[in-house]
């Protein structure tokens, strides 16, 4: 048995973490003579941490993810770190050895300022093909209190075109002992993710045993980041990092499970929440599926089709975008057996089509709702899935056409 509750100390709740978030001048004020924003961030632990990777599968990886790669690798898998650091606005991809080098060095001039800090890690999110303002960055590292928890200062920090920080925190009791999770994520634009999206931070005081970390972090990211999209492109940076110092001496698997699923789904959802220029939240749950790859298939091509998503910004419950996209995805279907509904709201089942003026009516009310549920039934066997994805607004297009300014 095992109960979970919630907390508001964000990244900082395990023991033992500390967070903070810095102006090192890299985002704009947004008003003239106005303070600087929070563009730098950290994340410590006073004990070395196991560190659970998971990286994009964009070929183009940025530098930040080559350098981690290459310090995991080095340590054969088994990396323990106490302070990962976080810059906006810029990306560090594209940026050849260079970029990595300029890592490496900054990492480098942190650690004589902070010897205390073990094998450092970086994370990076902006613009592609620019190299790191490496005075900028460095010019915040004195200022750097690794006994500061602020984790507030942090989530707000490594935002770009986020409009809200995304922040989660569980404290997980068990009949064997307790333990805490604590995260942070920012994402609203280039989410299509396989295997990791974006940049999230995980923290934890579990004991979480070396042989089993990776393995559930790959299973807490599947139904969470692996489910979501906003616009179908997958970043160069998409990181997420779970970091684990084991201070709280417990741990008990399925707790632990159910906790990191939990806190990853939540924050997955609130970036398609929050993606560029949204007004909704939708989920896309496909069953009956011949199996869950293809359910998976379905579904995610429902949250990245074009067609699909303009017609949920207009609340037009255009049903026929919803069978030619499942159509189109390449999977096991027969429309003699297939069922599409709005929310509770069933339009076509099974040949049948049931959109006279008074099921249109309900189906479009559906679609007015914030967050709602279409739900597709292909009646080929056990499969299921559920992708999560948002409208696409005009708003989308002016946000992405100045993005470097």
């Given at each position: ?355 006279d003026a008074p099921t249109e009516a309900r189906a479009a009310e559906v679609m007015r709702a914030d967050s709602l549920r279409i739900v597709c039934d292909l009646g080929q066997g056990e499969g299921a899935f559920v992708a999560y994805g ?16």
């Open positions: 048995m095992f109960n979970l509750f919630s907390l508001d100390s964000g990244i900082c709740a395990p023991s033992g973490f500390f967070a903070d978030g810095l102006s090192a001048g890299l985002k704009a004020p947004q008003n003239n003579g106005g303070a600087k924003p929070l563009d730098v961030a950290f994340v410590h632990s006073h004990t070395p941490c196991d560190v659970f990777a998971l990286f994009t599968t964009n070929t183009f990886d940025a530098a930040p993810i080559k350098h981690a790669k290459e310090l995991i690798a080095a340590h054969n898998g088994a990396l323990k770190s106490n302070f990962v650091l976080v810059n906006a606005k810029n990306a560090n991809a594209m940026t050849g050895k260079e970029g990595v080098a300029d890592v490496k060095n900054l990492l480098r001039s942190l650690q004589e300022l902070h010897p205390q800090i073990q094998n450092p890690l970086m994370s990076s999110t902006g613009v592609i093909g620019v190299r790191l303002p490496m005075d900028k960055i460095a010019s915040v590292f004195g200022a750097i209190d690794l006994n500061a928890r602020n984790p507030h200062n942090a989530a707000n920090a490594i935002l770009t075109t986020d409009r809200f920080a995304k922040e989660i925190a569980f404290e997980v009791k068990t009949d064997s002992g307790t333990f805490t999770i604590g995260a942070m994520c920012k994402g609203a634009g280039m989410i299509h993710p396989s295997l990791a999206t974006m940049l999230c931070f995980v923290t934890t005081d579990a004991c979480v045993p070396r042989e089993m970390g990776q393995e559930l972090l790959r299973l807490a990211c599947e139904e969470s980041f692996n489910a979501v999209s906003v616009d179908g492109d997958m970043s160069t940076n998409d990181t997420v990092l779970l970091l684990a110092n084991g201070q709280s001496g417990a741990f008990e698997r399925e707790a632990f499970l159910h906790a990191l699923k939990t806190a990853l789904h939540k924050l997955a959802t609130d970036m398609a929440r929050d993606g560029e220029g949204a007004n909704k939240l939708v989920a896309f749950e496909v069953r009956g599926a011949k199996n869950r790859d293809e359910a998976k298939r379905a579904a995610r091509a429902l949250a990245t089709s074009l067609l699909v998503k303009t017609a949920i910004f207009g609340c037009d419950p255009n049903w026929g975008r919803i069978a030619s996209t499942i159509g189109a995805s390449g999977v096991c279907c027969d429309e003699m057996t297939l069922t599409i509904s709005f929310g509770d709201v069933c339009v076509y089942r099974c040949g049948a089509i049931l959109f948002c409208d696409l607004g005009y708003n989308y297009v002016k946000i992405n056409a100045d993005y470097r300014s």
